[in-house]
């Protein structure tokens, strides 16, 4: 099955600068990858996907590019603000059922 | 994006008492919606795929007799958790699979229910 890895388990980082976090899947089959942010107390947010057939994609601050050759995407936010604290989880999905297989974690500290 | 609704957010109960789950999605239908657990500082654990009109499919290592599982129209899902003791104790989110376009799907997840068995 598909097995998701995703580093670094914690970022923290300055008011205005850039946070990248990114993820590795094993199954060549796999086809959308979505990444949630996660509040304390609260279900995880999508706040932004891509699918095998695009290689970046864009809203706002927030940016996620996918290497399906090296089986790896990574999520990047850019000036950042300490409203976007939170844990993200990146997720692969391979199957037809939708089932997405989901990262660790990765906690992000946005510090004024 | 699209909404999802769970019901209750915490919920008390004691041992050995049945405690049921109810995930809605409010703005769209879904024919299929997911049942997770998450443990402190973990990540989110499947245990099951919940079809409408059909029999949920399990997780390995998730009881079905105990976490009972029915999705009786295209906006509901429950989760029912019987004979509840401390260790069921968790966190428990659902989500719900909505067509983004052409055979594409999106899944969005609901707020959680906080279970704590005393």
């Known amino acids: 099955g598909e097995n998701v890895e995703q580093h670094p388990s914690t970022l923290s980082v300055q008011e205005g600068d850039s946070a990248v976090i990114k993820c590795t899947y094993s199954?060549?089959?796999?086809?959308?990858f979505p990444w949630y942010k996660q509040e304390l107390g609260k279900g995880p947010q999508l706040i932004i996907d891509?699918?095998?057939?695009?290689g970046e994609k864009k809203d706002q601050r927030i940016a996620v590019t996918l290497n399906k050759t090296a089986k790896h995407f990574s999520l990047h936010i850019t000036e950042t603000q300490p409203e976007d604290s939170a844990v993200y989880f990146c997720?692969?999905?391979?199957?037809?059922?939708?089932?997405?297989?989901f990262g660790a974690g990765t906690q992000v500290v946005v510090t004024p | 994006g699209a909404v999802v609704s769970q019901h209750p957010s915490r919920v008390i109960c004691k041992s050995g008492t049945s405690v049921k789950i109810e995930c809605r999605s409010l703005?769209?239908?879904?024919?299929?919606m997911f049942w997770y657990r998450q443990f402190p500082k973990q990540s989110l654990m499947l245990m099951a795929t919940?079809?409408?009109?059909?029999?949920?499919?399990?997780e390995q290592g998730v009881e079905k007799d105990k976490f009972l599982i029915n999705h009786a129209s295209l906006t509901l899902s429950t989760l029912t958790v019987t004979s509840a003791h401390p260790e069921d104790s968790s966190f428990y989110i659902c989500?719900?699979?909505?067509?983004?376009?052409?055979?594409?799907?999106?899944?969005?997840f609901g707020p959680g229910t906080r279970l704590t068995v005393t």
């Open positions: 997720a692969a999905q391979g199957d037809s059922w939708g089932k997405l297989q």
């Open positions: 989500s719900a699979k909505r067509l983004a376009g052409g055979l594409s799907y999106e899944q969005y």
């Open positions: 703005d769209f239908q879904a024919t299929t």
């Open positions: 919940s079809n409408e009109g059909s029999k949920a499919t399990y």
């Open positions: 199954d060549s089959a796999s086809n959308y």
């Open positions: 891509i699918r095998s057939n695009v």
